[in-house]
């Protein structure tokens, strides 16, 4: 039996319904699809091809962790072909954060650095990875630098990590956080990191934007 190709995996997800859960079933059923194919759907014109093939990223790098497919995503990203918000919030934390733990972060606040707003946006939902060990000052850190940022690309991941820090790690330190930068976060971004605080915290929060 001939082995799967690109156009087989297209044309599987042709016949779905194109949302995320579809997608993930392709990729399933595609897990063992050479690099090359892989490659080929990640750079693909076709948004459909490009989700399929980051969640087939993930899928390998849950097998085994390799720093080459995160090297893979981030070369693809920096190129823009990471162009939907759904091509890093279901991905960045497996692909790009979990990698990191235990090491170097510099690499992290390096994306945070990038020309490219998606590779931006791939820095900050990374660090949720360090949100659910507990640890709020690396996640921080890094909204901290992009929080002045004007586009929903980032503003919006902002206010779903900071949330999550309040959650999971500290929030203790989200209200601190909020309180000396909070103003500069979109009214949308803000309302979304105050979710989970007390009424009352929440108000006063959303007051002094």
Known sequence: ???????????AFARTSGDVAA????????????????????????????????????QAMRERADPELTEEY??????????RTELVDLVAEELVGVPMLGGSTGPLFALAKSDVAFVRRIAVVATLAFVKQGDAEVPLSVVGRLVREKG???????????????????????VAFLEQ????????????????????????????H
Request: no cysteine.
């Open 1 to 11: 039996m001939s082995r799967a190709s690109a156009e087989d995996v297209l044309v």
């Open 23 to 58: 997608a993930r079933r392709v990729a399933r059923q595609f897990a063992d699809l050479d690099e090359g194919d892989r490659s080929a759907l990640l750079w693909s014109e076709d948004p459909g091809a490009r989700l399929v093939a980051v969640l087939l990223l993930v």
């Open 74 to 83: 981030l070369s693809a990203a920096r190129s823009e072909r990471i162009d």
């Open 152 to 174: 929903d690309t980032v503003q919006s991941a902002l206010g779903w990590v900071l949330r999550e820090v309040g959650k999971r790690a500290s929030e203790p330190a989200l």
């Open 181 to 208: 930068q909070g103003r500069f976060l979109t009214p949308a971004a803000l309302a979304t990191a105050t979710e989970h605080l007390p009424a009352g915290e929440r108000e006063r929060l959303r007051a002094g």
